[in-house]
């Protein structure tokens, strides 16, 4: 028993002087472990007879219980004062000023949608909107889109659950339907933009399932194709930055509209870019063309007292010709290495004014 009571002392005496939690550890190795100094002790029993084994036993239990509460009791105040010398060697100086933190950056597609509201605005439109689940008749019927059109097809339109009455709502595939509910609920004259997210089944470098437009539409008694050419030049040369900016009319058909044209502008691909403004060729922006007279029916208008024209852009792609972006999937990858090269600083944008930045 007397090398017992040796070996209490010189672990304990052992425990008390450690100072790292390290240190402390090694020690509980030393005495505890498998190899330890009370297992060797323990190891002993074995030669023993009965009657020296039991109280051996006990003693030796005794000691490692000891040893192992004095290992607990070092550690609790190994570990709080090693915590009191971090917080003492890594504390704030509160009085410091503030770190300067980057600004945030606005997406190019809130700049754009910008850009076009408040060239419109100069022109006397006014911002409508619409729900993005649209029943089938808002989002074709009443656009005078048959049944057998290629957009009704489940390749390229989102349709949801079949409703109580039979019907499958969809996911608008353009923002047009607030067109209808528009003229549903207003009388002429209208001037108005819809901008807003559509989603068709389709996802590559230039297509998104979910995207944005911007539609216009002007109704009214004596509204001609003149009105719709002047409205999109004057537009497409203000967003554009270029009062000399070629544009042209091509002739197109959309269910929707009666006469149809595709809107493009001049651009020069030499040398494998792509310039606005300026060369001989020609890249095609948006689609027009005159409400169909069937969509004004539709809407309870009579066609024979109202016209009107419409109209409507992507505006990913907008944002991709004036700023340069080449990859349309980079606009939802939250990557702000992206926003913080394409986007743009509040502060430091210019207001808009008469169409033009």
Known sequence: ????????????????????????????????????????????????????????????????????????AAKAS???????????????????????????????????????????????FVIAEGPDIESDYYNFTALN???EHPARQEHDTFYLNVGADGSR???????????????????????????????????????????????GLVIGPDIHMGHLKAVLIDFCRAFFGMEDLPVRFRPSYFPFTEPSAEVDIGCSRAGGGLQIGAGEDWLEILGSGMVNPRVLANCGYDPDKVQGFAFGMGIERLAMLKYGIPDLRTFY?????????????????????????
């Open 145 to 147: 889109i048959p049944p």
């Open 1 to 72: 028993m007397a090398g017992l009571d040796d070996l209490k002392a010189d672990l304990l005496a052992a425990i008390n002087a450690a100072d790292s939690s390290d240190a402390l550890e090694k020690l509980r190795v030393e005495a505890l472990g498998k190899k330890g100094r009370i297992s060797a002790e323990l190891a002993r029993l074995g030669k023993m007879d009965a009657e020296e084994r039991k109280a051996f036993g006990q003693a030796v239990n005794q000691l490692k219980d000891q040893v192992t509460d004095a290992l607990a």
């Open 78 to 124: 190994l570990s709080q004062a090693e915590m009191n010398s971090r917080l003492a060697a890594e504390k704030v100086d509160v009085t410091l000023p503030v770190r300067p933190e980057s600004q945030g950056r606005l997406h190019p597609l809130t700049r754009v949608m910008e850009e076009i509201a408040a060239i419109f605005a100069d022109m006397g």
């Open 333 to 357: 990858d939250s990557d702000l290495r992206w926003l913080r090269h394409y986007g743009f600083v509040p502060s430091d944008m210019p207001a808009l004014h008469s169409g033009l930045v």
């Open 169 to 215: 709502p969809v996911l608008r595939t353009h923002t047009s339907p607030v067109q209808v509910r528009t003229m549903q609920t207003t009388a002429p004259p209208i001037r108005i933009i819809v901008p807003g997210r559509t989603y068709r089944s389709d996802h590559d470098a230039t297509h998104s399932p979910m995207f944005h437009q911007c539609e």
